[in-house]
Structures are given as C-alpha cells and as structure tokens.
C-alpha cells in the first residue's frame, strides 16, 4: 500500500461543510462469510462458469480503475491496482478455487472465500511490511468476488468512531449511520444534492461525494483528514497535514460558533427589507438545531424520514403526534409539510419493490400517493390534524400536470370531509400548495396559481429536469448548476406567476442556502427562503451585509450572460470581494 508518510490527495465533490480527522471504516457491501455447501454433479459447470465471470468482472472493475488512477494520479495508487491485477490474473492461485469446486463439489461462493482467506493468511506471516500490504489486497479482492457472487446487502456497524468510505451509500445507510458513531461520508458516486448528501447536511455530517475512486485507494484503519467544505480526502496525511487541518478545523468551528450566536436576530438587509430564513428539516428531532440557528419557521419538512428503515407504514396517528410537535414547537412560526417524495433515489423495500429504467422520470411522489389513495389520505389527514394551532400548511411534490392538482384537491377535501364527519379536531383552512420543480409547472405557472394557495420552487429537481442531469451521477455533475441561464429563467418566471396571482412564493431547493446566490434571488423578489439549518447561520450573514439595490445591480449584470460559467464566475468575484473578511476559505 501506499508510502505512509506521503498524502493521497483525493479531489470530490463538497457535500457537507466541516473538516473531521479519523480512521477509515470500509464499507463493502455484501461482506457476509458465505456458508459451505455441497452441489449436485449436474450443477459444477455452471458453478465454474459464475465463479470464472466473477473473476472477469472483478478484473474489467480492477482494470478500469487502473486507467483511470494511471491518468489521474500517477504514482503509486496505479502501482497498488496492478498488482491487485496480477492476482486476479494469477493461474494457479484461481486453478485452485476451481479444484476445490470440481472435486470438492464447494459451491463457487465458498471455495473463493477459503482459497482467498488462506493466501492472506500465508502472507501475513511472511516477515516483510511489503507482503503484509499485498495481504490486504487480497482480502479487498476477495470480497470484490464475493460480492459477484452472493447477493444481499450487509447492515453497516460501526464499533468506534470513524469516516466511512463506501462506493456509494443510499439515504437509508446515511440515517444508519448518523445513529452510530460516523465522523464523517466519503463515497465514489454522488453528486451535490443527492438525497443522501442532503441527508448528510440535514445530520452535519461532513461528506465528500463523486470520489470515483476513493475504494480502491484506501484500507480499513487507515487515518484519513475530511474537508466537507472543499471536497478533498487526504489518505495516510503526514503529521504536518494533520496538523494543519487541526487549525483549520477549530478555525472553522469557532467561526461557526460566532456565526450561529448571531443568527438569532432577524435578517433584514442594509436598507430594511425583511427575508425570512426557514430550514428544511428531515426529522423532527432536528428541531433543537433549527432554534438554535434562529430560523423563521420550518420551509420544508420532508417526511420521508417518517417511512425510512421501518418494516411497517406508519399509521395515521404516529404521523400526527409527529407533525403535531412540529407545529406545536415552531408555533407561531410557520411549518411546511411535504406529503410523501418516495421513488427517485429514495426507495423503500417495505412500501414498494420494483426496479425502474430511469427512476427519477418514474413512479415518484405524487404520482406513487395518486395510485395509493388509502395511504396518501392518511397522511394527508395527519396534517390536518396537526393544524389545529393554524401555523401548518400542506405541499405536494413533484407535480407536473393540472390533473394531479384537481386529483389532490379532490383528495384533500375528502381528508377533511372524514375528519368533520368523524368529529376530529383539524385546520379547515389550512393551505395547499405545490414545489416548482417541474418545468412544465413554469411553463404554466399562471394556471397552477389560479388552483393553488402557494409556491415553492424546488431548485434540486427543477435544475435535474430543465439541463437533463441526474442529480445524483458524479459524471454529469459538472452539467448541474442552479447559475444555468435557462434555470435562473425558469425561477424569475415562477416568482413572477405567483406575485401576479397574489400567491406566496418561496424557495426550498438547495439554491437557497447558497450564500454566492442569496443577493440574485433577492432581487428576483423572493423574500423566502428555506435551507438545511447548518446553512442558516451563513445566510442570514450575506443578507444582512447587503442592500436590495446592490441585488439588483448584480442581478442585471448576470441577467444578460448567456452561459453558467460567466454567471457563476461573476457572482462569485461579486461574493469573494463583498465578504473576503467574514467567511471560512
Ligand atoms: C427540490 O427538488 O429542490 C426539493 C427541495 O426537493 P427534494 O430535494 O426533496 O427533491
Ligand atoms: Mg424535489
């Protein structure tokens, strides 16, 4: 493995700010021991043909790594990888996996696992630091095997604290492991506002995602420095960079510290003009932090954390005592409640099982709840209920026709119409709105504010379908940008439909908890907005350090550029020079 006193310096994506120091957990998947089994003659050939495909994918994996770290990194994590070739490569180490198969009759499965774990343990016992290394290669190519030929996923158990590394983690492992003791996230997938790095922020957990490679680079134990806020990973740092990100990290922390006592004043501009900084919460006990940071109400509560890792549905009570000690504890403050956004990247096996081409144009959100009317009204009837102080109001995702909106409303009248009939206490007028985060919604956006109490536009979504970019695949993310002409459009036709139809309108994409956006949003007239609460702290700062009109002349300088990079970098150099003194570089 690699020079111990050399730093791997690995380049990502920031997902998360904060820096963590901390050894590696691995995570691989599929790690279960695999029992031993005896197979009937008439199935060793195809045995034999899923052990030999096993290698072969194992080897293209390995192979594809090694171009890619031969291009990217030079040095010796190529070296690292072709060795881990040479195994895989190796007659008659594998000549004897397939000995064990033909005469033993082993399933394929078991026969991998005990030749691999013998050769590790043969060169553990060789007196020498290189060959040790080589049996850790041997062990990483073992359940890479493995994990070809067994299916399943292993719950992930960390037993101390540490920054996990996996090739990609789904929202559920990312809520798993906040439960543990996860210093921070570092995967090869992801892209900035992938559920599970929203997760992460929501949790701050500091993570880099869109490593591409960082698996192959790194052993289990092995010290690791995260920096969330720049998106780098450093393997095997040498004193002198622990050091140094040490300072760093308590430089962050104290000036996050200053930033979080300030926050719980208002934000108003320079010149007077009141923005009301919401947070968007996954779970309810994130409640604390979010008062904490002063924010003016809950912008976005996703309720999918009330359904993720359970076996069963949450029934219709345990729902309302939920959203009922939101309510009650933002009171008077305003709360939001996002009726359920399942499918996408958020899938959970209990409610439904089923693989779909292209997810994200799939079976999501409101489209699952119209077809699961019992379970849609449930939830719908929960937040009624909670509505009893009058601070609670309803919003729909991922709604892309007029249709859908005449459908819950039908829906949502029939909620209360029970509720009334039933004799239990709701919110008769409590308002129902939907994310902007279609485009076809912009397009028509005066209609959809003709039907509905309020707006909030869902820049996530809104920047994945307008450029075609999977929000979550790390090769596309340099195609994702919210500072995109055509989505700055979008949003300023979307504020504009809904101050010409006298509708409230918010934002609640991530867009609104970057600070570098803050002065252009203002000036397209939104006066809400709504982010993670570790981002809070940050925005209120940028609002209160500007004036509408200095918005505004930065808002007509960018209006006219036609590509992302121009914008972005002129909203930038407008940021750097407005805030030099005042935030962590
Ligand atoms: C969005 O799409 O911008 C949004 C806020 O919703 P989510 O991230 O949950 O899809
Ligand atoms: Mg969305």
Redesign the pocket.
């Known amino acids: 493995m690699a020079d111990p006193k050399k730093d791997i310096v690995l380049e990502g994506i920031p997902a998360s700010p904060g820096i963590v120091i901390g050894p590696c957990f691995l995570y691989q998947y599929r790690r279960m021991e695999p029992e031993p089994r005896r197979i009937p003659d008439k199935h060793i050939k195809k045995e034999l043909r899923n052990f030999r495909q096993s290698i072969e994918n194992a080897r293209n994996y390995i192979q594809e790594s090694y171009e890619k770290a031969r291009l990217q990194y030079g040095g010796e994590i190529p070296r690292i990888l072709e060795i881990q070739l040479e195994i895989l490569n190796d007659r008659v180490f594998l000549d004897e996996i397939e000995q064990l198969i033909q005469t033993e009759k082993f399933n394929a499965a078991y026969a991998t696992f005990l030749v691999f774990s013998s050769k590790k343990e043969q060169l553990l016992k060789v007196p020498d630091d290189y060959m040790r290394e080589r049996a850790l290669d041997v062990a990483n190519l073992k359940w890479l095997v493995l994990e070809n030929l067994m299916g399943g996923r292993q719950p992930i158990v960390l037993n101390k604290p540490a920054i996990v590394v996996a090739d990609d983690l789904s929202p559920a492992d990312t809520v798993n492991l906040h439960q543990q003791k996860v210093l921070g996230i570092a995967t090869n997938k992801g892209g900035i506002?992938s559920?599970t790095v929203?997760i992460a922020r929501a949790l701050s957990v500091p993570a880099v995602v869109g490593l591409e490679r960082i698996t192959d680079f790194v052993q289990p134990g092995h010290k690791l420095v995260l920096d969330g806020s720049h998106g780098t990973v450093i393997v095997n740092p040498s004193s002198k960079t622990v050091q140094k990100y040490q300072k760093r990290r308590n430089l962050f922390l104290s000036l996050e510290e200053a930033l979080i006592k300030e926050s719980t004043k208002e934000s108003r501009t320079r010149d007077g003009r009141r923005i009301f900084i919401l947070a968007n919460i996954e779970f309810e006990n994130e409640i604390k932090q979010v008062k904490k940071v002063g924010a003016d109400g809950i912008g976005?509560f996703?309720t999918e954390g009330i359904y993720i890792n359970r076996h069963i549905l949450p029934s219709e009570e345990e729902q309302t005592q939920i959203y009922l000690k939101v309510a009650r504890e933002m009171y008077p403050k305003p709360v939001t409640i996002r009726t359920i956004?399942i499918g996408g990247d958020k899938i959970f096996p209990h409610i439904f099982v089923g693989q779909e081409p292209n997810p994200f144009l799939g079976y999501r959100a409101i489209r699952f709840c119209l077809d699961h009317a019992d379970c849609f009204i449930s939830q719908l009837r929960a937040m009624l209920r909670a509505n009893v102080k009058g601070n609670v109001q309803v919003m729909i995702?991922m709604v892309s026709s007029l249709e859908e909106v005449y459908q819950v409303k039908e829906l949502f009248e029939k909620a209360k119409a029970e509720l009334r009939q039933e004799g239990i206490p709701f919110g008769e007028n409590t308002p129902l709105g939907i994310?902007v985060?279609i485009p076809s919604v912009v397009t028509m956006a005066d209609e959809f504010a003709r039907e509905v109490d309020f707006f909030s536009i869902?820049?996530?979504?809104?920047v994945q379908y307008t450029l075609a970019v999977d929000r979550s695949n790390e090769h596309v993310a340099y195609l994702y940008s919210h500072f995109h002409p055509a989505v700055l459009r979008l949003i300023k036709d979307a504020v504009d439909a809904a101050r010409a139809a006298n509708i409230p309108v918010s934002m609640?994409?991530?867009m609104a908890g970057d600070p570098v956006a803050v002065p252009v949003l203002i000036a397209m007239g939104l006066d809400t907005l709504s982010a993670a609460h570790v981002m809070i702290p940050e925005m209120k700062k940028v609002v209160r350090q500007l004036t509408v009109a200095e918005c505004e002349a930065i808002y007509e300088e960018i209006r006219h550029l036609k590509t992302t990079k121009e914008i972005k970098r002129t909203l930038e150099t407008f940021f750097s020079e407005k805030f030099k003194d005042v935030f962590f570089e």
Not at 458 to 462: A, E, K, M, Q
């Open positions: 506002n559920h929203i976005l996703r956004d995702p994310m985060e869902g820049t996530n979504d809104l609640c994409g991530e």
